[in-house]
């Protein structure tokens, strides 16, 4: 081209051309410039999302719900205000009514003993002798019935009944004593050696040589044998 063409207007029309050229193709490598930039990381980061749904998945599931300060807050002041079960209160056991002075004794209170008799030998006209005892262990004095049949002394040679004191009793057979606490009610007995029976009879037979077993009862007490041996 002439350069006389490119003076004056002509000329300045040429080089804005040119300048419009240009702008243009700086514009369109930068468009591609960010396009790859951009375009690279973002399907990366897409992929990445979509290939591990799973990975994402456990991570929100062990990740900790935040609390809401005022959700909790209500809860505490429900649970505090709220009104506890009543707790049952056992039902106490029934009071036992006090003794009192004077009113029959109970067995639970009461200690019956027998001594003597025990593996001794008794020669010729010797006669056995007993001591029975009874305690009242209760907190008052109480009354009870020594009578021959209510605290009867029984001899026995193997299943051979020889003698009783509740045998041949004259008048009601009852004495009642007063127990004070502590202290022993003690009766002593001798035997004659001689057998008893129900029929009360005149004349008794004597109890043979041999083995014999005393015992005392009362209702149901018993006090430990007493063997003893007549010659």
């Avoid at 109480?142 to 009783?164: N, Y």
């Amino acid at each position: 081209m002439d350069p006389d063409t490119m003076r004056g207007d002509g000329g300045d029309i040429y080089w804005r051309r040119r300048m419009s050229v240009l702008v243009a193709v700086l514009v369109v490598v930068a468009v591609v410039a960010w396009a790859c930039s951009s375009g690279g990381s973002g399907p990366e980061r897409t992929s990445s999302a979509q290939s591990s749904p799973s990975a994402s998945g456990s991570t929100a599931a062990k990740t900790t719900p935040a609390v809401d300060p005022l959700l909790a807050g209500l809860r505490t002041l429900a649970m505090g205000t709220a009104s506890p079960s009543p707790t049952p209160t056992p039902k106490a056991a029934p009071s036992e009514r006090p003794r009192r002075p004077g009113e029959p004794c109970e067995e639970k209170d009461l200690v019956l003993s027998l001594q003597g008799g025990r593996e001794q030998i008794y020669a010729g006209d010797a006669r056995p002798t007993f001591l029975v005892t009874l305690v009242n262990t209760g907190s008052v004095m109480c009354k009870a019935d020594v009578g021959p049949r209510a605290m009867e002394i029984k001899i026995t040679s193997g299943a051979d009944r020889i003698w009783s004191t509740a045998d041949c009793v004259s008048g009601p057979g009852t004495e009642v004593k007063e127990l004070q606490r502590g202290v022993p009610y003690v009766r002593s007995l001798e035997w004659d050696r001689r057998r008893s029976s129900s029929d009360c009879r005149s004349t008794p037979p004597a109890a043979l040589p041999g083995t014999y077993v005393a015992v005392a009862r009362m209702g149901k007490m018993r006090t430990n044998k007493g063997v003893f041996h007549l010659r």
